[in-house]
């Protein structure tokens, strides 16, 4: 498994903001996934059986700025904005995703 995953890019994931740094791993859940996380939060997670990254945000913060557009006065500082964005659109739609396809 380690010479795979030597060979292969499966996850990728960067934080522009530094928000939610904290305590990064990787971690393999029910033999089945394995899940990116960072700050108490899923980012990424790749279906071992799809052989896929099933979701994966290569930048969050990113993909969060891009939808706030319209909305006056969000910047870097904005953290409890950003965090309510990752846990709606990545950690639970990760927890979900993982509780439907057990």
Same mark, same amino acid.
């Given at each position: 498994?380690?010479?795979?995953?030597?060979?292969? +890019?499966?996850?990728?994931?960067?934080?522009?903001?530094?928000?939610? +740094?904290?305590?990064?791993?990787?971690?393999?859940?029910?033999?089945?996934?394995?899940?990116?996380?960072?700050?108490?939060?899923?980012?990424?997670?790749?279906?071992?059986?799809?052989?896929?990254? +099933?979701?994966?945000?290569?930048?969050?913060?990113?993909?969060?700025?891009?939808?706030?557009?319209?909305?006056?006065?969000?910047?870097?500082?904005?953290?409890?904005?950003?965090?309510?964005?990752?846990?709606?659109?990545?950690?639970?739609?990760?927890? +979900?995703?993982?509780?439907?396809?057990?």
């Amino acid at each position: 498994m380690k010479e795979w995953i030597d060979k292969r +890019t499966i996850l990728y994931n960067y934080d522009e903001a530094e928000l939610l +740094t904290a305590n990064p791993k990787i971690e393999i859940l029910n033999n089945k996934f394995l899940v990116f996380s960072r700050g108490g939060y899923y980012f990424s997670l790749y279906d071992i059986s799809l052989a896929k990254d +099933t979701i994966n945000s290569s930048s969050p913060w990113h993909d969060w700025k891009a939808q706030q557009l319209n909305e006056a006065n969000s910047n870097k500082d904005d953290e409890n904005k950003y965090k309510k964005w990752v846990k709606e659109n990545l950690n639970d739609r990760i927890k +979900t995703y993982i509780e439907m396809n057990q």
